[in-house]
């Protein structure tokens, strides 16, 4: 009885993974890392993306009616994939253009303060980073 149990609940766990991967999605947009005030106390120290708008229909979400953008999962990763530089105290961050891959995607439903969130598997590639000028 309790190897059944035991089967049972392992089948359930196998089949949770599974639905929970999703297939890479590639993407060409705008990273950025903002260090503004605003932006820290909204987002925190975060690496963000913000897709192509032509590209927003391969994103797992509900059809948007504003901008779509998400910030990684895996920050450190993030930022060492993009090769975000540090940062820098006569700027408020850094942008760039970038293609990159990512292989989850967890869009934010609720109402208040949240972003969507996806995990960066690679960078095909990156331009060039340029300062964000503070206001």
Do not use: F, H, Y
């Given at each position: 009885?309790?190897?059944?149990?035991?089967?049972?609940?392992?089948?359930?766990?196998?089949?949770?993974?599974?639905?929970?991967?999703?297939p890479p999605i590639v993407l060409d947009g705008q990273y950025s890392a903002r260090t503004d005030?605003?932006?820290?106390?909204?987002?925190?120290?975060r690496v963000c993306f913000v897709?192509?708008?032509?590209?927003?229909?391969?994103l797992p979400r509900p059809a948007a009616t504003h901008a779509v953008w998400f910030c990684f999962s895996n920050d450190g990763e993030a930022r060492r994939l993009?090769?975000?530089?540090?940062?820098?105290?006569?700027?408020?961050?850094?942008?760039?253009?970038?293609?990159?891959?990512?292989?989850?995607y967890q869009a934010y439903v609720e109402q208040g303060?949240?972003?969507?969130?996806a995990r960066l598997a690679s960078v095909v590639k990156v331009a060039q980073p340029n300062a964000i000028a503070c206001e």
């Open positions: 009885m309790k190897l059944a149990a035991l089967l049972l609940s392992t089948a359930c766990l196998s089949a949770q993974a599974q639905a929970q991967v999703q005030e605003m932006s820290l106390q909204i987002i925190g120290e897709p192509d708008k032509a590209q927003w229909s391969r993009l090769r975000v530089p540090a940062r820098q105290a006569d700027n408020c961050g850094w942008q760039a253009r970038a293609r990159i891959v990512i292989d989850t303060d949240g972003n969507d969130m």
